[in-house]
């Protein structure tokens, strides 16, 4: 029996276009767990199979989609008729709601024979205080976040977002939102005093006017004090100021395409010369490409300005300066932001490297 065994083995790792397709079939091949609570733990269940095909085979693999699942199987032959299983384990743990994930079984021939599927939702657990609004604030007050986050902030539309407190002391507590970084733009909604034990969102909105555009970055940061006292929590709230989309049907609209998102100077000598590296930026629309906005760094010079103007079918050279002795030593890693008139994709992030020697 075990020299019948090995032949079956080594038959399997020699590739001989002759054999028969593997087949391995799973009776059931999909599992619904059912609702689970995130509480009780991880979930198993066992699926059974049996070869159908002609020839033995062996489980080289079984792959998954995610880490919270986890399969348990044996690598030992599976002769034609005979069965073997593959246990599937599933973590809850910080995944509530409904999940969905697909096993893949690999042969020793590298092929897939077999696709498993687990189902089901998960009741997720209570969480504490700490875990919903994990900021402190200091005095008692917590906070959900500190960063609010707009993509894009269009004219004449108001956006709004919010920041979730809790007063977790014992006594009411005061709040104040000092401004350190003003755009002129945002709109704060906030209580003074919070009672005991009080939850509530602190709202925040921007409004750029329609008959005054402002293009690019928009930024802001609010220092939180409670009851007259700080401990350096800063809200910060940004986004990026562009044009509003075009109405009615079919609009001809600008399209701006770069040759490039990666500038690379790679080494340079921190005493050696001004280096210059172009990209392209090109016009494949049917209107007008304008540029809004560009935003460079403080390490490295940009010759695209606002204002300029690319017709359908147009491009223009964007050249990038870098000057070496006014950095320092080391791997340097930024941005160059372009904001233009494309209503489809207004913003270009170009990532720029180098690195500066001695």
């Given at each position: 029996?075990?020299?019948?065994?090995?032949?079956?083995?080594?038959?399997?790792?020699?590739?001989?276009?002759?054999?028969?397709?593997?087949?391995?079939?799973?009776?059931?091949?999909?599992?619904?767990?059912?609702?689970?609570?995130?509480?009780?733990?991880?979930?198993?269940?066992?699926?059974?199979?049996?070869?159908?095909?002609?020839?033995?085979?062996?489980?080289?693999?079984?792959?998954?989609?995610?880490?919270?699942?986890?399969?348990?199987?044996?690598?030992?032959?599976?002769?034609?008729?005979?069965?073997?299983?593959?246990?599937?384990?599933?973590?809850?743990?910080?995944?509530?709601?409904?999940?969905?994930?697909?096993?893949?079984?690999?042969?020793?021939?590298?092929?897939?024979?077999?696709?498993?599927?687990?189902?089901?939702?998960?009741?997720?657990?209570?969480?504490?205080?700490?875990?919903?609004?994990?900021?402190?604030?200091?005095?008692?007050?917590?906070?959900?976040?500190?960063?609010?986050?707009?993509?894009?902030?269009?004219?004449?539309?108001?956006?709004?977002?919010?920041?979730?407190?809790?007063?977790?002391?014992?006594?009411?507590?005061?709040?104040?939102?000092?401004?350190?970084?003003?755009?002129?733009?945002?709109?704060?909604?906030?209580?003074?005093?919070?009672?005991?034990?009080?939850?509530?969102?602190?709202?925040?909105?921007?409004?750029?006017?329609?008959?005054?555009?402002?293009?690019?970055?928009?930024?802001?940061?609010?220092?939180?004090?409670?009851?007259?006292?700080?401990?350096?929590?800063?809200?910060?709230?940004?986004?990026?100021?562009?044009?509003?989309?075009?109405?009615?049907?079919?609009?001809?609209?600008?399209?701006?395409?770069?040759?490039?998102?990666?500038?690379?100077?790679?080494?340079?000598?921190?005493?050696?010369?001004?280096?210059?590296?172009?990209?392209?930026?090109?016009?494949?629309?049917?209107?007008?490409?304008?540029?809004?906005?560009?935003?460079?760094?403080?390490?490295?010079?940009?010759?695209?300005?606002?204002?300029?103007?690319?017709?359908?079918?147009?491009?223009?050279?964007?050249?990038?300066?870098?000057?070496?002795?006014?950095?320092?030593f080391g791997v340097l890693s930024d941005h160059i932001v372009v904001i233009t008139n494309d209503p489809a994709r207004p913003m270009r992030r170009i990532r720029?490297?180098?690195?500066?020697?001695?």
């Amino acid at each position: 029996m075990t020299n019948r065994l090995i032949t079956f083995i080594i038959t399997l790792l020699i590739p001989i276009g002759s054999f028969a397709q593997e087949k391995l079939r799973f009776e059931p091949s999909v599992w619904n767990f059912g609702t689970i609570l995130e509480t009780d733990g991880r979930v198993s269940h066992t699926f059974t199979a049996e070869n159908v095909g002609s020839e033995p085979l062996v489980i080289l693999d079984v792959v998954t989609s995610c880490g919270c699942t986890v399969p348990e199987f044996s690598r030992q032959p599976i002769l034609p008729g005979a069965r073997t299983s593959i246990t599937v384990t599933f973590d809850p743990t910080n995944r509530p709601g409904t999940f969905d994930k697909e096993l893949w079984v690999y042969s020793t021939q590298r092929k897939r024979i077999a696709t498993l599927t687990i189902r089901g939702n998960v009741t997720p657990r209570p969480k504490s205080i700490e875990e919903l609004f994990p900021v402190d604030a200091g005095g008692g007050l917590r906070l959900s976040a500190t960063l609010c986050t707009f993509a894009y902030i269009y004219a004449g539309k108001r956006m709004q977002g919010a920041i979730g407190y809790v007063n977790n002391s014992q006594h009411p507590l005061r709040l104040e939102l000092r401004p350190e970084v003003s755009s002129g733009l945002l709109t704060i909604e906030a209580p003074r005093m919070i009672a005991p034990g009080e939850r509530g969102e602190i709202n925040l909105s921007y409004l750029i006017p329609a008959d005054k555009p402002r293009y690019g970055t928009i930024r802001d940061a609010l220092e939180v004090v409670a009851d007259g006292q700080s401990n350096g929590t800063l809200l910060v709230v940004h986004g990026i100021g562009v044009d509003t989309p075009p109405g009615g049907a079919n609009p001809k609209v600008a399209r701006a395409e770069v040759s490039e998102n990666f500038i690379k100077f790679g080494p340079v000598r921190h005493s050696g010369v001004v280096c210059r590296r172009s990209i392209t930026l090109a016009n494949t629309g049917e209107a007008d490409l304008v540029v809004r906005a560009v935003e460079g760094t403080e390490h490295v010079d940009v010759s695209l300005r606002p204002g300029q103007r690319l017709a359908p079918g147009d491009s223009a050279r964007l050249e990038v300066t870098l000057d070496p002795s006014r950095q320092e030593f080391g791997v340097l890693s930024d941005h160059i932001v372009v904001i233009t008139n494309d209503p489809a994709r207004p913003m270009r992030r170009i990532r720029v490297t180098a690195i500066i020697e001695q």
